[in-house]
């Protein structure tokens, strides 16, 4: 399929794709001449090695790194190049980052209107429209924390702070939600139970997902589909029911490279 002809949601279950896209820095290939396509309102988990790209890939979805060569398109938009097809995409791309960058002295509902910080001037002295307040209490409710709201985030556990990056990523309505290793500093029982939660509020809302996971039973349980990385490239891309022992061997394979001998 053509990038430049990415169809909309309705044509395909297609949101957003990547073409021959490549990242140099320092002089190194990050990312190889990567193709891929993330099916809307799925899991896509991305994993591979320390240093395999996936970091890299999430910040070229979410406008962060921009490719020394190749395309991006998104449905709805179309290829993404130039200013202006960015910002529209980064109006309904959302991030949860994994130290959570939340704000300790502000309140759990502070720091979800943070998520809109880019739609008023940082110096405003006019309180947030009601939509957006109505918008981040929703988004607390969902994760269970509007009760505690008002409470500052320094007094909240580590489960808790991670609820309150959901919320403000889902307070967004983003169409593209992205996470990279959202629940690395996590025990595996709880990263399961947010992982759980986080699909099922993402998929209710038709979102489409893409997580960067180092546990890889997190990425088979949470899932639809996986693609790995291994320098820079993709070596796997399929199914959750598809990646196998051998799979993951060949993911995992830290010298593997598609570019031997160029």
Do not use: Y
């Not at 001449?33 to 591979?48: K, N």
């Amino acid at each position: 399929m053509s990038i430049a002809a990415i169809p909309t949601p309705e044509a395909a279950p297609c949101a957003v794709a990547l073409e021959e896209v490549s990242v140099m820095r320092g002089g190194r290939a990050i990312l190889r001449r990567l193709s891929a396509q993330f099916a809307a309102e799925s899991v896509t988990a991305l994993v591979g090695p320390s240093g395999a790209g996936k970091t890299t890939l999430v910040n070229v979805l979410n406008g962060l790194i921009e490719p020394d060569s190749g395309a991006v398109a998104a449905s709805g938009i179309g290829a993404l190049r130039g200013p202006a097809p960015w910002a529209r995409m980064r109006r309904q791309t959302a991030t949860i980052f994994q130290d959570h960058a939340l704000i300790g002295r502000l309140s759990a509902f502070d720091n979800v209107l943070l998520g809109f910080a880019e739609t008023r001037h940082p110096l405003s002295p006019f309180p947030w429209p009601r939509p957006t307040r109505e918008a981040a209490a929703r988004a607390l409710a969902d994760v269970g924390l509007l009760d505690r709201a008002f409470e500052r985030v320094e007094n909240f556990s580590g489960g808790e702070r991670q609820r309150i990056g959901i919320a403000r990523a889902l307070a967004r309505g983003p169409r593209l939600l992205l996470g990279d290793e959202p629940f690395s500093s996590l025990d595996p029982p709880l990263a399961r139970r947010l992982g759980q939660d986080l699909r099922e509020l993402t998929l209710r809302d038709g979102v489409t997902v893409v997580l960067v996971l180092h546990q890889i039973g997190l990425a088979r349980a949470l899932a639809d589909r996986i693609v790995g990385l291994n320098n820079g490239s993709v070596v796997f891309d399929g199914p959750v029911a598809a990646f196998d022992a051998q799979a993951e061997a060949r993911v995992f394979t830290h010298h593997f490279s598609l570019n031997k001998g160029n």
